[in-house]
């Protein structure tokens, strides 16, 4: 029993004296994924914030503002579809080029 109590103590200190190791299965990106992950949020950044300041940039000063409606509600509403439309549409052109330009 000595020889086995003391060859489980000596592995039990080893362990201890190991150093973490960063994992294996860590992928670096590569300057394409990199790229491809900065025009995406560039994309939902731009999706958050733009069809709402065209709406209230057009429903207030615009129409209500300068026209002088009274209510440009629907107005605003149809700018923010078309910048929306506008934005997912350069999305799919700038990843359909991408994808001929690494081809």
Avoid: N
């Amino acid at each position: 029993m000595d020889g086995f109590s003391s060859t489980r103590l000596s592995s039990s200190q080893d362990a201890g004296k190991q150093q973490h190791q960063p994992a294996k299965f860590v992928k670096q990106w590569t300057p394409r994924e990199k790229r491809a992950l900065r025009t995406l949020l560039l994309f939902s950044f731009a999706m958050i914030i733009l069809p709402i300041s065209g709406y209230f940039a057009v429903k207030y000063v615009v129409l209500e503002g300068v026209l002088g409606w009274s209510d440009g509600a629907i107005g605003g509403a149809i700018t923010s579809v078309v910048i929306i439309h506008v934005l997912i549409g350069i999305y799919v052109f700038l990843a359909y080029t991408e994808d001929q330009k690494t081809d």
